[in-house]
């Protein structure tokens, strides 16, 4: 047909003026200069910021970095938030960290220490858990 296409069999893609829907496993789509990819562990990176869910996986970009991984969010524009399961940890310029049966608390140094976690801070946050690494500046 002109101008259209139809779509006949299982996992094609259907086409369509300058917008691209993808159907298919792990596949993206990606859609007017949007990047949306939601399958087996990936990142989902839009318009200058990144997010990356799933695995423990590393994320990294200047400005603002937001990491949620299973049930923890850590974000950093000189503020991080660390919520876990039941612990919350709030910084501007110092760090609260108050988790199962760990506190961390300094001004200008954030020391993060958890299951098999290192998060060590002064204007550079570094975050290594589990084979992953979230460095922002």
């Known amino acids: 047909m ?3 296409l139809k779509h006949r069999e299982d996992r094609s893609a259907v086409s369509m003026t300058g917008t691209l829907k993808h159907t298919e496993d792990s596949s993206a789509a990606s859609v007017s200069g949007t990047l949306t990819h939601s399958e087996n562990r990936s990142a989902a990176s839009m318009s200058g910021t990144l997010k990356d869910r799933e695995d423990r996986s590393l994320a990294s970009m200047s400005g603002t970095l937001k990491h949620t991984e299973d049930r923890s969010v850590a974000s950093i524009g000189g503020t991080l ?6 612990s919350a940890a709030s910084m501007s310029g110092t760090l609260k ?10 001004s200008g140094i954030l020391k993060h220490s958890e299951d098999r976690s290192a998060a060590s801070m002064s204007g550079t946050l570094k975050h290594s858990e589990d084979r992953s690494a979230a460095s922002m500046s």
């Not at 938030?81 to 039941?86: G, I, L, V």
């Not at 108050?98 to 608390?105: F, K």
Request: no cysteine; net charge neutral.
């Open 2 to 4: 002109s101008g259209t």
């Open 81 to 86: 938030k660390h919520r876990e399961d039941r």
């Open 97 to 106: 960290h108050s988790e199962d049966r760990s506190a961390a608390s300094m």
